[in-house]
């Protein structure tokens, strides 16, 4: 198989493609990063090549933020993001974003600011080496009359940093993509406006050779430009004009391999149809032509995943639900069947169906590349006990293996997951336990190759 020649979606519940195997429970510990909050915990992370972590919690509750980092070897070290005030109320609770390049790491995260003219800056923070600490890189905002918010961060492995955010002028309804760029060891410059008025929060990712994209929907068209070593592009269209299209997410490889996927909505009379579609770039090309991955007569309107694989593949994963009836009548209770399929990138035609799994609810999935493939993670609740797992499955060579118990959610709250790559080969999951009222934990586990 050629790189970039296989690109396979996968549902947000999986298991084994042979169905039989048993789980691996010793693969997998969990262990508590942070613990009890109030509230939920919302998870952003990244790591870089080597596989050094860092991880921002936020509580929704009380807007406390928690810095979690882990070199190569070693456990976690926390660290509070003290003296910086999260805006409330611009965009929902605080929701900081981390990137991570060879050693460099940087945070973005909208504030509050007293500034006349200004409601909000997008705060930056940066570590230009692995023994390095955190320092300020400034906040940044198109200029006097505009709240910034909403950002998505990237860096490369000189240190070289893509931020982009959402702008809205003061009194207008609204609001535009804005991106700045930091050269290497430098000051970012200034923010430019790069999309007409409606656009969503953008989204991310970035090569450590510095080649990123960003990505965002505006009036239910998805949208991106690239930018490359600094110089920022030209909005493109992705997404057909025929369809109503959102919730994108970006995934670029280590050699600047790409992928945006995306849902869409045909428009047509009787009803459209919810469809995944992506766009695939080689590390030397341009973005191929657009291609529909999905056309379950129902499916989870949650953001796709995606990653570039350890072979240069292109991986997106997503939840499939198809909801049926039971009894020979029709009428008995509703439940939900969870499919996986594969995709190929040239033509976009399905493979078979690997499996079916029945299940009450799903979280959105994770994906991250390992040194042969990819690691899917994502939660399910199991209508027999109701308890909230967290599931993971290796795909390799468009196989995907057997899926593991990585651990159990005891409340009701977020399901959210977050997988990062740890290492050559290896990978960490996270993710948030609302507990039994006793404040939410940030769990965390190591898996081997």
Do not use: Y
Request: charge should be positive; proline fraction near 6%; glycine fraction near 14%.
């Amino acid at each position: 198989m050629r790189r970039n020649a296989c690109l396979f979606a996968v549902a947000g519940v999986l298991v084994s493609a042979t169905g039989a195997a048993a789980e691996s429970r010793a693969r997998v510990q969990a262990s508590e990063v942070v613990g009890p909050t109030p509230g939920a915990v919302v998870i952003r992370g990244a790591a870089d090549a080597l596989g050094r972590q860092i991880v921002v919690a936020s509580g929704e509750i009380e807007g406390t933020v928690t810095l979690a980092m882990r070199d190569v070897t070693g456990g976690w070290q926390l660290r509070p993001l003290s003296g910086l005030d999260p805006a409330m109320g611009v965009s929902g609770p605080p929701v900081p974003v981390a990137a991570a390049g060879d050693g460099v790491a940087a945070i973005a995260l909208t504030q509050n600011t007293f500034v006349e003219g200004v409601d909000s800056t997008v705060r930056v923070l940066i570590r230009d080496r692995a023994d390095g600490e955190l320092q300020d890189a400034g906040s940044l905002s198109v200029g006097i009359g505009h709240a910034a918010s909403v950002p998505a961060i990237g860096v490369g492995a000189d240190g070289r940093a893509v931020v982009a955010f959402r702008t809205q002028p003061r009194g207008a309804r609204l609001s535009s993509v804005a991106i700045a760029v930091r050269e290497p060891g430098g000051a970012f410059g200034p923010a430019r406006v790069v999309s007409a008025p409606g656009a969503e929060p953008p989204v991310i990712a970035m090569s450590p050779l510095g080649r990123a994209v960003v990505a965002w929907s505006r009036h239910a068209r998805v949208e991106a430009v690239t930018v490359d070593r600094g110089t920022v592009g030209r909005p493109v269209p992705f997404s057909s004009a025929s369809a109503s299209a959102g919730t994108p997410f970006v995934a670029v490889g280590a050699h600047g391999e790409a992928v945006v996927a995306w849902w869409e909505l045909s428009r047509r009379r009787g009803g459209g149809q919810q469809r995944v579609v992506a766009v695939t770039r080689s590390r030397t090309g341009a973005f191929r032509s657009r291609v529909v991955l999905g056309r379950p007569p129902i499916m989870h309107g949650d953001r796709p995943a995606a990653t570039i694989d350890g072979r240069g593949n292109a991986v997106v994963a997503w939840g499939t639900t198809v909801v049926t009836r039971g009894g020979a009548l029709r009428r008995g209770p509703s439940s939900s069947r969870i499919d996986v399929r594969f995709a190929a990138t040239r033509t976009g035609r399905f493979g078979r169906l690997v499996h079916a799994e029945r299940a009450a609810a799903i979280a959105p999935p994770s994906a991250a590349p390992t040194c042969d493939g990819a690691l899917l993670t994502w939660t399910v609740r199991r209508p027999a006990n109701k308890r909230r797992l967290v599931r993971t499955a290796r795909a390799r060579n468009g196989v995907l293996g057997p899926a593991t118990t990585a651990g159990a959610m005891l409340g009701s709250g977020s399901q959210s997951v977050l997988t990062l790559p740890r290492g050559h080969c290896g990978a960490t999951l996270l993710w948030h336990d609302s507990g039994l009222g006793f404040g939410a934990r940030l769990m965390a586990a190591d898996t081997l190759p």
